[in-house]
């Protein structure tokens, strides 16, 4: 089964050719759309595979787990790989008519499908040295895509992204280390019967906070999210968007995965420091958002808000818990990546995301503002939306088992959320346009950028919709995936190559 | 029946298409739907007046247990009837309101989607289906307040609606939630089967705070009636139809709906009657110094909404039965009424009621229209408010304890319910004309109509009363309190207690009207004290959240990378160390083999060179320490059996220099930035964490370890990877994928090092 | 001798921490090299340090006598891996240097605050 690797080898291969064209952007252009096109047949297929047929996995150089690494898919890896090439697809699609010629010319296509190699790496691998090797190959294509062009703003918005994130990696490092000092192994489903083995003298404990703290600044809980709100709006929009899709998501899988694979002896007193992390994640996340007044900072704020629902999901620990959390994964990547690109659209049109210098969009584009607001409300839980089922199966699974603060804060939230949201519909498209501004319009487009930009913003959206009302298969998805997930033992069967 | 429930959704997405042949058309056609949706519910009269209920189901979410169950009872049907026969009207009306404005589109697709949703929320059984379409009422009521969006007004009131409403949806959906934990059901019905169950469950205080919660602020209770008035910024149709006739019922629905679960409970009738007295007295009250027609009429709504709480608080036979015919008076009465105002509004170009007057002669039948609603809001016999108005009387008057004092304030507040409906019904029209900032004229056909027909009906449903209302009431299976009720409705009891009552009230209500300049002296003075007006504590709490959230933002992200990484340091060692000290016992510590003389001394240099690198006071000295650090790591890798690693480790540590020192070469001086104070609290922190990761190591390092994959890579080294070296043979073989991406990092590092030096832009 | 890994990593890593507190960029990217020799000796010591046993399968010892040969093929990925954001760490430095004029964080707050 080669399927597994395809995700890792195909980006890769597409990098490679793109390095040889160097010279001929329009290639890499068309390479790049054909290149992430191509991902996203192949991640259908390994998410029906998956769905069809279990666990997936692929033992690379024939070499016996837990020896060698191991590639494995179950549901919550093929459906991240899944949203992530679709994100990839999009992306590709909008920055065609976003991204300027210079940023082009320096390695910006060859940089993305690096991005998008380490990330599915991540989503795919079975091994813990593995998968900090992903993260590097993450990290250090979206170092080079935040600060390409050099200007200031990206330059100092890099160094807080670069330094923090570089903090993260080195205490993955050293737990990796401290892991394969106490155990003697690396591959995450040998690492979870090792341990349930040998049970924990309280290293086990200690050294999952390492990982705890790790995969917490790349997902950017609380406290240590700083690095996101100082970056995420300083590069250009295509940039940004798949930052705000994807990147903080592989934090919060890797803690999923670790934290119900690995992880689980002591598990109480862990569910409880994330569960904790969680609320202060959302309050602070949204606090953030309602204290801005630019539109990307605003969206960046709100990832770290929702990325506290997703993991209040896990410090919830039940079926519902998690399954909400996957639910909201699948939701959030979507619709944020959308809400991005049409924050991008909007700077497009009228040069800035201040929204004091913004206004009247509605009364020349009320089409911008019905694509706008469909991933809007769902961001902020409006019914049938997707990101209210995300939330209800969050907010059911909370009162299920009592959490009934918890759940008055995560409402509350929602409610600040609503209400960021609606200051960018009152600011950008509802207030008459300031006096000086000039005129909107599309007249800097021709018809096919026109297509360009628009295409991935209507077909997110109809995502959004999408998923909002056949909540029955997606949230059956995220139920086998939650399942899947707090019983591994086929994860590991599979991984460990018996049968 | 989900066709037609769905059909304003429809509509919506129609719309754009048949304005593409022409507005004009769009509005002449656009008010058979909500027409179609009347005669469709219209058609189950005699079945639902026989007793029977309609139940129809639709899955949609089997494993969550929420689908689309639909389920019409007497309560249902009257509410699907109200709104659909006040939307044909809206719409017909809207079509000639709005003509020529370039919004009429927007205003059907918005309108259309409130319709259906609030058909949903009166035809649901289940209580996820009803609060999906509670929720969607909401956010096509903050378009419709925000309608002229321009004014900041209008984006103030919509929002403030939004807020409220979506707050208490929020603790609607949490009530929601655990009323299913408790029973185990979504489905309305079953729930208001067990009573028993509902009220015996530990949740269950807290479902009914979080359900009125939700209730509440739909229907503007007191404390949360504020956002109601505010929202006459939207177009008057708007006004009509969501926040007199409909949208504002949706929590007196659900409160009525969920009555027989919850109407046993002491807590439930309490909370119900104090706050639906409360919000009947003071909403009337503050009535009285308004002189816009629109916020005249949106107090009286919220006195009314105020009373229908209450009754069902009551809850006796007779409070039921007063509580439907109220309720259908006041959505014709009500309706028609702010109908009237937009058309004054329409035709005059304002709605300061002190600037009209003696408009009878120019608009004769809008004047007939506002007499016949204004003495049926009164509670003139034959109109149906009559009928209305004397039931809830008798119901008063039948509560035992209360009564007395209750029935004074009822009357006390339906004394300006009176004054409210002379000041709009009868006072622009009589008296001497004024000139207006528009020269008024009758209202056109379209506009006239609607509210003609809504007015006719309030007057056939008095007469009549005892034969349409009485069999609704008495024979269908209402769904307010388990029990069929019977009392028989008709238009004259004769000469009564509630009678006298009824009179009293209205030649109160008429002394207050013409009393109105002396009176208002005393009122303006009290209502202008800010702090008895919620909205003052709206504005507290929502400028309070978002001050609190720039403030706590500024601390949080201030900018300083040196306080982000203090932040996560300080959090990472106290967890750990925490950790470490609740979970771990600790044992005897293994030190390890013996160490020889020049690995101490190896040991000294590294460790001097390190605080080199620390406390150099050029950057060339720095990094001397640096690569003094880097060569005797090398050198250890050396004696550790790790060739290999000394090997890459020294090449790369002479190029890091080589890098190091180009780069910084032609540089100024190293500056010192910080304070001693500071420098000793990172020295503290960076201390504690060194120390911590020494005693892990320490710990880890001394425990027993038995490796497998150490076993199998030096057994299968050569077998299978045809290498004596181990560790390459790991690297190109048993670990490539990880070589792999190594090259990858290193590759991408090229890119980039490349672009950063030759690509330059500025900041826009 | 796990003794003295052990205090040659707490302070690689004490001094690591030190340095990344501070305002210069140029101290911080020392202390994120100093923190990574630190990992990097981190993963020898606790993958159990062996003298003078390279594993080099010909040399007919005794196969747990060997050094454990993992540790050292993480730690050479590790530290390529390293180089190359350290190369790319120092030439954003530089850029960053020439933009800003300053080495000292504390002037660049820009893209935190506010507007």
Partial sequence: MNLIVLPVILPLLFAVIMLFAWKYISLQ????????????????????????DGVQSLHLGNWKAPFGIVFAADILSSVMVLISSIIAFTTALYSFSTIDNERESFGYYPLLNTLIMGINGAFLTGDVFNLYVWFEVMLISSFVLLVLGGTRNQLEGGIKYFT????????????????????????MADLSEKIKLAGDNGLITVISIFFLISFGIKSAVFPLYFW??????????PVSAIFAGLLTKVGVYSLIRMFTL??????????????????????????????QNEIRKILSFHIISQIG?????????????????VFYLIHHIIVKTNLFFIGGLIQKLQGTYELKKLGGLYKVYPIIGLLFL????????IPPLSGFWAKFLIVKAGLELQEILVVVISLFVSLLTLFSMTKIWNEVFWKPAPKDNPEISFKHFTLSKKIMIFSPIVFLAILTVIIGFSVEEVFQIANQSANELLNPINYINKVLGRF | MLFFVLLGFITAVLVPLIKKISDNFLSWIIPIIPASIFFYFASFYYQIADGEVIKVSYSWIPSLGINFDFYIDGLSLVFAMIISLVGTVVYLYAGSYLKGDTRLSKFYIYISIFMSSMIGVVTSDNLMTLFIFWELTSISSYLLIGFNHEKESSRYSALQALLVTGLGGLALLAGFILLYITTGTWDISEINKMPAEVIGSSYFFLIVIFILLGTFTKSAQFPFHFWLPNAMEAPTPVSAYLHSATMVKAGIYLMARLNPAFGNSILWNDLLLVFGTATMLFAAVLSFKQTDLKKLLAYSTLSVLGTLTMLIGIGSDLAIKAFIIYLIAHSLYKGTLFLVAGIIDHETGTRNIEKLSGLRKLMPITMIIAVAASLSKMGIIPLVGFVGKETVYASVLELPIFGNYLIVITILANMFVVYITAMVGFRPFFGKLKSTPKNPHEAPFRMWSGPMFLALSGLVLGIFSSLFLNKLINSSELGIISERLNIPVKLWHGFNLELLLSTITVLLGLFLYFKREYFLKFVASFS????????????????????LAKYITSKIQNGYLRFYILVILLTTFSLIAYTLHTFYSFNEINIGGSVSVYEVILAFILIISTLLAVSAKSRLAAIVGLGGVGYVIALFFLIYSAPDLAMTQFSIETLTVILFVLVIYKLPKYLSFSSTTRRIRDIIVASFAGLTMFFLVLVISGTSLTSELKEYFIAESYPSGKGLNVVNVILVDFRALDTLGEITVLAVAAIGVYSLLKLRKKDN | MNLLFAVMIGVLYGAGFYLILRRSFVKVLIGLILLAHGANLLILTVGRLT??????????????AFADPLPQALILTAIVIGFGIQAFALVLFKRAYKTAKTDDLDEMRNTDLSS
């Fill in chain 1, 262 to 291: 690995v992880f689980t002896v002591n598990s109480e007193f862990l569910t409880n420091i994330i569960l904790i992390v969680a609320v202060f994640t959302m309050v602070t996340g949204v606090f953030g958002a309602a204290s």
């Fill in chain 1, 309 to 325: 629902y997703m993991i209040m999901g896990l410090g919830l620990y039940s079926v519902l818990g998690i399954a909400g959390a």
């Fill in chain 1, 374 to 381: 469909i991933p809007a409300l769902s961001l902020a839980g």
């Fill in chain 1, 228 to 237: 996101l709100p100082s970056s995420y709006h300083t590069p250009p929009s």
């Fill in chain 3, 51 to 64: 003298k003078g046993n390279p594993v080099f399968v010909n040399s007919g010892t005794d196969a747990t």
């Fill in chain 2, 528 to 547: 202008s004290v800010k702090f008895v007006q919620p909205s003052y504590y709206y504005q507290f709490i929502f400028d309070g959240t978002l001050s």
């Fill in chain 1, 164 to 187: 923090l994130n570089l903090i993260s990696s080195a205490f993955f490092l050293a737990a990796v280390g401290l892991l394969y000092g106490l155990t003697g192994t690396l591959n």
């Fill in chain 1, 29 to 52: 252009r068309i390479l790049n759309l054909v290149g992430s096109l191509i991902l996203l047949i192949v991640s259908v297929l390994l998410f029906t595979t998956v769905l069809s």
